[in-house]
């Protein structure tokens, strides 16, 4: 990341350079074989064939099979995997740079999801903003805001302002974290209040929830 956030600078120069991170040092995805390697662990978090392998790595999985992993792994998919394959200072590096946004994404049907699909942003104002000091709230939360939504173009969101769709979380940044983790990954995480979504609220405790209110949104042009 150092050599490619230098280039990033340069670039900026010139044009507009963007760029999203999530707050882990691990992917996870579906058992890929042109992934296979022994360079990094490998843990099967799911197997279709073979659901009794679950948690372990696919190394010794193919030790006991005595086979090697890329024949383990034919045998185990359909499947699921975390890819151990990042650099914690990477992650942090990336996270600090000053055009990053904070982003997620996971599979929700998955068994055994990343721990991202609930985690990703309480990691961020948890974890690296208050434990670590890596960056002030204002500027976590705009990495996840309104960085976004001018990055994407998208009208009237990102920031709490009048006449700006009410897209808003409430949450105590003395107690905010993820639990979420790779073992046990579908856990929400502590410490937020009430999510309120296009003004409805979505999610909140002792709270009058009046249903889901997310809707999909085209980026602005810019002509």
């Given amino acids: 990341t150092k050599e490619t956030l230098a280039f990033f600078d340069q670039m900026r120069q010139h044009q507009e350079i963007g760029c999203d991170v999530y707050p882990y040092s691990a992917s996870s995805s579906t058992l890929d074989l042109k992934q296979v390697t022994d360079e990094f662990d490998i843990v ?10 679950a948690g372990k790595t696919l190394a010794q999985i193919a030790i006991d099979w005595q086979m090697s992993m890329l024949e383990a792994a034919k045998l185990l998919m359909p499947a699921g995997a975390i890819y151990y394959n990042m650099d914690e200072r990477d992650v942090r590096r990336v996270l ?36 670590e000091g890596l960056f002030p709230l204002t500027t976590a939360i705009h990495k996840m805001t309104g960085l976004s939504a001018s990055r994407f173009r998208l009208p009237q969101r990102g920031l ?22 790779f073992s046990d990954p579908k856990r929400p995480a502590d410490g937020i209040e009430a999510v309120m979504v296009n003004g409805v609220m979505s999610y909140g405790r002792d709270k009058h929830i009046t249903g889901r209110a997310g809707r999909f949104l085209r980026r602005q042009t810019s002509h």
């Fill in 44 to 53: 099967i978090t799911w197997s279709q064939t073979h659901p009794q392998q």
């Fill in 96 to 131: 600090s740079y000053p055009v990053s946004m904070i982003g997620s994404d996971g599979l929700p049907n998955d068994p055994m999801p990343h721990p991202r699909l609930w985690g990703a942003f309480p990691r961020v104002l948890g974890h690296y903003c208050r434990d």
């Fill in 160 to 181: 709490v302002k009048v006449g700006y769709f009410a897209d808003l979380v409430l949450f105590d940044p003395q107690t905010i974290r993820d639990v979420a983790s």
